[in-house]
């Protein structure tokens, strides 16, 4: 048990149960025997309630009307057996043996949505047994009937691997929020629990549990538990299902299922004796264990309901119970310092865990289920390994008794004491965090799913939201939240107060309409004004973007006459040197044709001399030739005679001296005759010399013709092409001169074009002087009126403050009044009047909203108005009208200069083109 150390009184020898209602609180029930010491009588056999005998008439008055083979609403037939087992389209409505969680039975008792019959009170209590004992006793069809074995639970049985977090983890919908008991002062918080994986925090209540929101604090809503007290509370590993634990002291108890998001009870199991103190369910849903003061540990099956194992080892009453994350183990403690670790599976005990010199009064598994927390009343907290069950860490946590443990996901513990406070570990066993003390004994305490807040609650049922870094309290929650009627009328005094504070506020909004009209009437005025100055102003500015257009196409239409004289110009400067070199190239060419003509001429006469000195002396060379031929044969002869007589002389031994003489003689004149043979030679080589130095020039004489004709040739081709050049450029001067006169002429129209973009400028800067001097005078006006305005303004936001406050004020107690709408049709009428007095008064709110909307809204014209006036007409229409007189200004200088520069082309293009006629026209 997670509470106060319960004990056991003995008066007169017989031992009285006692129930422990509010945690340390010990009511004693005189006249209620335990069932453990005393025998009940035997009942008689109770009789068999049957679909046929006993519930079908019940069904015909009550159900047959609606739900019938035709006209089955909600997919569901009562009429006959087969269709009620069968169920309707959001699946069966009864579970055989257990009413409650069988749906045709919770929205028959009114314990669920929609309640049956609709719009009418519960059906009489006789009829209600009859159909409580019918479900009981298996639903069976007729007398002849054999009662069924027990359904399964429609349990889910897919559920996240234990330290995994859910995709989507359960949180509670749209649940019943009205509460089952209410009490002017809460009770003992005796079971507190937080989803693993959401902001979920459950609080055990007077036959209820009430859900909140970590985050928020806010109440989600009521799970009823009729069957007693809850002690106990679990959420399964992933989160989805809530255990709710508890009952009657020393009458009954019982263990109930519900799914988080929908509210639903799945499934009921056990029927102890006594209460249930301690429970868990297995991670993988299958099982539900439980035990209190009956000493005994009863392990049921989810599915079917039945007792798997039932443990008998512990000697007093078990306190707490809980499953090991992976699902192996189970633990459980009892008052007599007793703790024990069992196999889940087989309920074979695995550890016997000895330390703690008193009761001990909860367990807790690190999220590895490799180490066991353990809390005592001897005021310690031990921690203990699975192999050898050895205690790893002992901690002295509070004075007096610790009251509960839980570990967090990461290690991190928290618990409760008898010295009123709650404290936080860290994973290795040291103190984080002790929070600020209660009035009473701490009972209970849990992490949220994240770690970062801590749940607290003690004895006198106070119950505490912390922030977990720094201690600070963030909420303040109930286990006895107040009624549906008791918020219905909080938000009626609400109302009733924010009409009262809202009536001067009406009364000034009634006054402050009166001034905002009047004032309204003087900003229209200023409107039409100010509609006047922006039209007057449109006028000016479409005026001087006329005129800048104007000057915009004069400066565009300068530059392209600018821009076709610089062609021009390039254009005539082009020709003009091309004429210069073409000129050059005919001077080059006449030059050299008449060079080339001289030396030809020079050439041929030279040729001719050459020529004929060259015939005189081949002359000559004949004559000598002849001379020498002559003189050989002389000298020939000569020899002859002189080898003649010389013979004669020979064969005579004594030659005379006549022949000696004339052998003298004919040897002289062959001396001589060889001399002038020699003589005659040498002539003959200087003539061959003089003959071929003749020859080489006529030669060199011959090529200089060759060449002279050449180069006469190759000047006349260039005179050619030179006369070709010339009309060439004798045509593009005549283009050119066309293109001057077509570039006058355009800068005469650009000149006339200007002239009238001049006076069209001049009368509309008059006009857009006269339009702002006007827009000034609209704008003074305006002025004035803003300023009224202003301090009307002033005013009404102090109504709009005091307005805004009120509409807040209604507007959170119409959604209180909502809630109670929805929550409770009983309250129907009386929030009916509720909404139509908030709507009234938010009308009226929304009214005073929306004047001051439409006021805000002309200080914003009125703003943008005098911003648009100043940038436009006296800043925009002045920079317009100067930008258009510089324009025309520049479009007249540049067209002035564009047409000088045109004229003086033209010149140089007349002067170029009459040179090139005088040089090459016609003579």
């Known amino acids: 048990m997670k509470d106060d150390v319960p004990v056991a009184v003995r008066f007169s020898g017989c031992r009285i149960a006692v129930g422990v209602l ?54 569901l037939a009562l009429d006959l057996y087969g269709s009620l087992m069968e169920g309707g389209s959001s699946g069966e409505i009864v579970v055989n043996f257990d009413p409650s969680s069988s749906r045709l039975w919770t929205l028959v008792n009114h314990d669920e949505t929609p309640i049956m019959p609709p719009g009418q009170d519960r059906i009489a209590d006789a009829q209600l047994q009859v159909l409580r004992a019918w479900i009981e006793g298996g639903a069976l069809e007729n007398l002849g009937s054999k009662a069924p074995k027990k359904k399964a639970s429609s349990l889910a049985l897919t559920v996240t691997p234990a330290g995994q977090r859910p995709e989507n983890p359960a949180m509670p919908g749209d649940l019943w929020r009205q509460p089952v008991v209410f009490t002017e002062r809460p009770g003992a918080v005796t079971a507190v629990a937080a989803s693993p994986w959401a902001p979920v925090i459950a609080v055990g209540g007077q036959k209820q549990v009430v859900l909140y929101d970590s985050d928020t604090g806010e109440h989600l809503g009521i799970l009823p538990f009729p069957e007693g007290e809850p002690y106990v509370l679990k959420f399964s590993k992933d989160g989805s299902v809530l255990l709710v634990g508890g009952g009657r002291g020393a009458h009954s108890g019982y263990v109930a299922l519900y799914d988080v998001e929908t ?116 005021g310690t907290v031990k921690l203990w390994e699975m192999n050898e069950g050895s205690t790893v860490r002992n901690i002295n946590a509070h004075d007096g008794g610790v009251m509960s ?86 938000a009626q005094q609400t109302l009733e107060a924010a009409k009262t504070a809202a009536q001067p506020v009406l009364a000034s909004l009634e006054e402050a309409e009166k001034v905002v009209a009047q004032k309204t009437q003087a900003l229209e005025a200023a409107l039409q004004a100010k509609e006047a100055s922006d039209k007057a102003a449109a006028e000016a500015q479409t005026q001087s973007q006329a005129a800048m257009q104007n000057a915009e196409q004069m400066a565009a239409a300068a530059q392209q006459a600018d821009d076709r004289l610089s062609e021009q110009r390039t254009a005539h400067q082009q020709a003009t040197e091309k004429l210069v070199a073409a000129q050059t190239r005919v001077a080059e060419t006449v030059a050299g044709a008449t060079q080339a003509i001289q030396e030809q001429a020079e050439a041929t006469t030279t040729a001719e001399k050459a020529a004929s000195d060259l015939a005189a002396s081949e002359a000559q060379l004949s004559e000598a030739e002849a001379k020498v031929s002559e003189d050989q044969k002389a000298v020939d002869q000569a020899k002859a005679d002189v080898e003649k007589l010389e013979a004669e002389v020979a064969d005579q031994e004594q030659p005379n001296e006549e022949q000696a003489e004339a052998l003298k003689a004919a040897r002289q004149r062959l001396e001589v005759a060889q001399a002038e043979i020699e003589a005659a030679r040498q002539q003959h080589g200087q003539v061959q010399e003089q003959v071929a130095a003749k020859k080489q020039t006529v030669e060199q004489t011959a090529q200089a013709r060759t060449q002279a004709g050449q180069a006469v040739e190759q000047a006349k081709a260039r005179q050619v092409e030179a006369e070709a050049d010339r009309d060439q450029l004798a045509a593009e001067v005549e283009k050119m001169a066309a293109h001057v006169a077509a570039s006058e002429q355009a800068l005469q129209e650009a000149q006339a074009a200007k002239q009238q973009a001049d006076q069209n400028a001049a009368e509309k800067a008059a006009a857009a002087k006269s339009a702002a001097e006007q827009a000034e005078s609209d704008q003074a006006a305006a002025e004035k009126a803003a300023g009224e305005k202003q301090a009307a303004n002033e005013k009404l936001a102090e109504y709009q403050e005091a307005a805004e406050w009120a509409e807040q004020e209604v507007i959170l107690a119409g959604a209180a009044v909502m809630f109670a709408e929805i929550e409770k049709d009983a309250f129907d009428q009386a929030a009916e009047q509720l909404a139509q007095a908030a709507e009234q008064t938010r009308r009226q709110a929304e009214k005073a909203a929306e004047l001051a909307e439409a006021t805000e809204k002309l200080q914003a014209e009125l703003a943008e108005f005098q911003s648009e006036l100043d940038s436009a007409m006296s800043s925009a229409v002045r920079r317009a009208s100067q930008e258009a007189a510089a324009a025309q200004t520049q479009a007249a200088e540049q067209t002035a200069a564009a047409a000088a520069d045109a004229q003086q082309s033209a010149e140089e293009a007349a002067a170029a083109h009459r040179l090139f006629q005088e040089a090459y026209g016609p003579q």
């Open 22 to 75: 509010f945690s340390g609180l010990i009511l004693l029930l005189p006249g209620v025997v335990s069932a453990a010491d005393e025998a009940k009588p035997e009942e008689p056999a109770a009789e068999r309630v049957t679909y046929d005998d006993h519930l079908r008439p019940i069904l015909r008055e009550q159900c047959f009307i609606c739900h019938n083979q035709n006209e089955k609403r909600g997919g």
């Open 405 to 490: 443990v839980h570990f967090t996901h990461d290690g991190q513990m928290v618990t409760s004491g008898r010295d009123r406070t709650v404290k936080t570990w860290a994973a290795e066993g040291n103190a984080l965090r002790t929070y600020p003390a209660f009035a009473e004994t701490a009972l209970q305490s849990v992490f949220t799913h994240d770690g970062n807040r801590v749940l607290g609650g003690d004895w006198s049922g106070e119950l505490r939201l912390w922030d977990a870094a720094d201690g600070e309290q963030v909420a303040l929650l109930r286990s006895n939240p107040p009624t549906l009627a008791m918020v219905l009328e909080e």
């Open 263 to 378: 509210g639903r009870r799945i499934v009921r199991l056990g029927d102890e004796l006594d209460v249930v103190l301690a429970a868990d369910i297995s991670p993988d849903l299958r099982q539900v264990a439980m035990g209190g003061p009956e000493r005994l540990i009863r392990i049921y099956s989810t599915e079917t309901g039945e007792t798997l194992h039932e443990i008998k080892k512990h000697n007093d009453w078990v306190y707490a119970i809980e499953y090991s994350p992976d699902g192996v183990l189970l633990a459980t403690s009892d008052r007599a310092n007793g703790l024990f670790v069992w196999e889940a599976d087989t309920a074979r005990q695995w550890l016997d865990l000895r330390g703690h010199n008193e009761a001990v009064t909860d367990v807790s598994w690190r999220a590895d289920s490799n180490v066991l927390a353990s809390s005592s009343a001897d």
